[in-house]
C-alpha cells in the first residue's frame, strides 16, 4: 500500500467546471504539498498545508489531519488547467508523492 | 530569482554508461533532495544532501550517488546505467535540514537509457 492515495486517477471536465481532487495519506505528517506538473515534467508548487485551508485565485487547497485527507478545489476550470496534480506529504526529511490525477479540461 | 535549475534537460546515455546530473538550489535554500519519477508513477525519494552531507537515502542502489559543494549546489551520478534507469529525475531544494519549509521543484532532467 503506498503512504499516499490520490483519487481519482484521472479527470475529464469541461471548462468552467468545479473540479475537487483528493488525497489521503497513512503516514504522520509535517506538511502536506499540492503540486502542478506539465508535460515535459516541470513540477510547480502549489500549496503548502499544515491545517485548515489555503486559497490563492481559483485553487483551494484544505486539509484534515485527523482524518489524514486533504483536497484540492478548482472552481471555474479552464483548459490551462490542464495538467498532472500531485499530492506529497513530507515526513521527517522525505516527501512521499501520489501518483498523481491527470486532469484534462476541455473547452 | 531564477528558483531551481537542473542540467542538462534531455539527456541520452546507452546501457552500462555513467551520467552525471546537475541542481542548483532556489537562491537561499541550502538542503537538496534528488527524486525519480518513472514514466506515470509519483516521484521517488533517491537522497538529501545538507550541509556537503547526505543525510537520508531512500531505496536506491549505490550505483546512485550524489554531491553537494559548497554553494549548495548538487549533482547526482548514476553507474552502470540500466535501462531501468530511464526517468525523469527531479531536483528540489528547501531551506534547513528537519524543518518544515516550503520546497520548491526544479523542471527535471529527462533521461533515457538505450
Known amino acids: 500500500k503506498n503512504e499516499v492515495e490520490q483519487s481519482p486517477q484521472n479527470l475529464t471536465a469541461q471548462e468552467g467546471e468545479f473540479i475537487t481532487i483528493n488525497c489521503s495519506y497513512s503516514?504522520?505528517?509535517?506538511?502536506l504539498h499540492w503540486l502542478q506538473q506539465h508535460p515535459g515534467g516541470g513540477i510547480v508548487s502549489l500549496f503548502m498545508l499544515s491545517s485548515g485551508k489555503k486559497k490563492h485565485g481559483r485553487l483551494i487547497a484544505t486539509i484534515n489531519i485527523q482524518e489524514k485527507h486533504s483536497s484540492l478545489h478548482i472552481t471555474a476550470s479552464h483548459p490551462r488547467d490542464s495538467a498532472v496534480y500531485i499530492c506529497?506529504?513530507?515526513?521527517?526529511?522525505?516527501?512521499?508523492f501520489g501518483t498523481g490525477t491527470s486532469l484534462t479540461v476541455i473547452p | 530569482d531564477a528558483g531551481v535549475t537542473q542540467s542538462p534537460t534531455h539527456l541520452i546515455k546507452t546501457r552500462g554508461q555513467q551520467v552525471t546530473l546537475r541542481c542548483s538550489p532556489k537562491?537561499?535554500?541550502?538542503?537538496v533532495s534528488w527524486y525519480q519519477q518513472a514514466l506515470g508513477q509519483g516521484p521517488q525519494f533517491i537522497f538529501q544532501y545538507y550541509e556537503e552531507e547526505e543525510r537520508q537515502r531512500g531505496n536506491f542502489p549505490d550505483r546512485f550517488s550524489g554531491h553537494q559543494f559548497p554553494n549548495y549546489s548538487s549533482e547526482l551520478n548514476v553507474n552502470a546505467l540500466l535501462l531501468g534507469d530511464s526517468a525523469l529525475y527531479l531536483c528540489a531544494s528547501s531551506l534547513g535540514w528537519n524543518m518544515n519549509t516550503e520546497a520548491f521543484f526544479g523542471q527535471g532532467t529527462r533521461l533515457t537509457v538505450v
Open positions: 503516514v504522520g505528517i509535517s506538511a
Open positions: 537562491s537561499g535554500h541550502d538542503t
Open positions: 506529497a506529504v513530507k515526513t521527517g526529511n522525505q516527501f512521499y
